[in-house]
């Protein structure tokens, strides 16, 4: 099983998903986003999904449970790269990926997250 890998940028956290994720790589990314979160003291996490063609609910929950999961551990999380034919999917789907917040591509989505932090919560 192949590990996504979680870069550091300052204290935001950088996914970029590369590969088909099955059960199994995502329940192993979300131990190792948590461990790097708490670790690194991470302020936000950014998950890049450009390379992502085809969207089903189990990407969508996944996304939304990353964001969750990275909320209770203090960290904002932005998905950016989306494909208009991505959005339109979950759409269909009846996913709406509450909580998740989304930005055109990883320039913008590392501004989203500064100005989330230059906002009092």
Do not use: H
Request: glycine share 8%.
């Amino acid at each position: 099983m192949d590990r996504v890998p979680i870069l550091k940028l300052g204290d935001i956290l950088i996914i970029s998903i590369q590969v088909d994720l099955e059960d199994q790589s995502v329940l192993a990314l979300q131990e190792d986003l948590a461990d790097k979160v708490v670790s690194t003291g991470a302020r936000g996490v950014i998950i890049d999904i450009t390379a992502v063609e085809i969207v089903d609910s189990f990407i969508g929950r996944m996304l939304a449970t990353i964001a969750d999961m990275s909320r209770l551990l203090d960290a904002d999380t932005v998905v950016v790269g989306m494909r208009p034919a991505v959005a339109i999917t979950l759409v269909e789907l009846g996913l709406s990926l509450g909580g998740v917040r989304t930005a055109l591509n990883l320039e913008k989505g590392v501004a989203l997250l500064d100005l989330a932090r230059s906002t009092p919560r």
